[in-house]
């Protein structure tokens, strides 16, 4: 079995770290501005190495973390996890956007599918009328 890479792509670590499911939707976020290493924007086949802090954007959740480790290929989670930590900052925002999004939920998240038809009656009668 060969050593542990001492740098590895920005792209593939962001796959193997699981905040992405594919590499080609990891590189189109640092391509698109997404993720920046220590507070500025990359390319996607930028290294990185233990130590390097990353700030990354999915959707409206958002992380900042530090590299702690570097894997070749994509492991489950509970390993994935250990190949970075969240700062403490990054972890009170995260939990106060989820208190957030529990005490407001956003009008029609909990709407799933078609309208009935008592709904669909509604709706044309409000917007007909």
């Given amino acids: 079995m060969s050593e542990a890479p001492a740098r590895q792509r920005l792209d593939k670590w ?3 770290a ?3 499911k594919t590499r080609s939707l990891a590189t189109a ?3 698109g501005g997404k993720v920046k290493l220590d507070g500025v924007p990359v390319k996607p086949a930028r290294e990185v190495k233990p130590g390097d802090e990353l700030e990354i954007a ?3 959740q958002r992380w900042t ?3 702690r480790g570097l ?3 994509r492991r489950p989670a509970p ?3 250990l190949l970075y ?3 403490a900052q990054s972890l009170a925002r995260r939990a106060e956007q989820m208190e957030l999004k529990k005490l407001a939920p956003a009008p029609g998240a909990e709407l799933r599918g078609r309208p009935t038809k008592r709904a669909g009656r509604m709706i044309r009668r409000f917007s007909d009328g």
Avoid: I, P, S
């Fill in 14 to 16: 962001l796959w193997a």
């Fill in 18 to 20: 699981r905040f992405f």
């Fill in 29 to 31: 976020a640092v391509a």
């Fill in 58 to 60: 999915v959707g409206d």
């Fill in 65 to 67: 973390v530090v590299v």
């Fill in 71 to 73: 894997n070749e290929q």
């Fill in 79 to 81: 390993e994935a996890r």
């Fill in 85 to 87: 930590e969240e700062t």
